[in-house]
């Protein structure tokens, strides 16, 4: 079946830090591959979404891309900020009857220091 | 973007009752919803894919008598939690998807604490 594996956190950062959250998964036939944020308190957002070998999403200074031969969505930033803290989730999407469902990493918590 | 609610936020019940969770899309109209399961640090885990005016798909392990899914209108699904034991106790998460859009706007989750 599908899977999803997320490097483990806790992860503290100083401000301006280079930021990289590992995600590697196992799939069946092309999924999309999603990158999703939760501040605290809020719902899941998505961050940002790559859907076939080699696109690179992006979006608010992260981004990551598809690699399909090393099977990973590897999530990037330059300069973190404070207000970059909060739980990233790496997610692959593949379609299942009428539904696109999504499988989950575990998490990783982020926090940023100033 | 979208706007997904869950009601209530938070909820302590005692062993043998039964309680109901609520999701709502506040500004579209879903025709798919999922529920999802979160332990402590750890991964969501879809429960069940509901779609409107039919019977709710639940995944694998699942007990459907347990986990009561309702999808009766486009705006709003519910999910029942019957009997709830203390194993039931977990954060609960609903996401719903407009069908002109691939993606999933997600609920803030809702705390299921049970005593």
């Known amino acids: 079946g599908n899977s999803v594996t997320q490097m483990e956190g806790p992860v503290t950062l100083s401000e301006e830090a280079f930021l990289t959250i590992n995600c590697t998964y196992t799939?069946?036939?092309?999924?999309?591959l999603f990158w999703y944020v939760q501040y605290p308190g809020e719902g899941l957002q998505l961050l940002l979404k790559a859907t076939k070998a080699d696109d690179k999403g992006s979006n608010k200074g992260f981004e990551a891309t598809y690699r399909k031969e090393t099977t990973s969505f590897h999530l990037e930033k330059g300069s973190v900020q404070v207000s970059d803290s909060a739980v990233y989730f790496c997610a692959l999407g593949a379609s299942s009857g009428s539904a696109r469902q999504l499988t989950f990493g575990s998490g990783t918590q982020l926090t940023v220091l100033p | 973007g979208a706007v997904v609610s869950q009601h209530p936020s938070w909820v302590i019940c005692k062993s043998g009752t039964s309680v109901k969770i609520e999701c709502r899309s506040l500004d579209f109209q879903a025709t798919t919803m999922f529920w999802y399961r979160q332990f402590p640090k750890q991964s969501l885990m879809l429960m069940a894919t509901?779609?409107?005016?039919?019977?709710?798909?639940?995944e694998q392990g699942v007990e459907k008598d347990k986990f009561l899914i309702n999808h009766a209108s486009l705006t709003l699904s519910t999910l029942t939690v019957t009997s709830a034991h203390p194993e039931d106790s977990s954060f609960y998460i609903c996401s719903a998807r407009a069908p002109s859009a691939g993606t999933q706007y997600f609920g803030p989750g809702t705390r299921l604490t049970v005593l």
């Open positions: 799939a069946t036939g092309y999924p999309s």
């Open positions: 509901s779609n409107e005016g039919s019977k709710a798909t639940y």
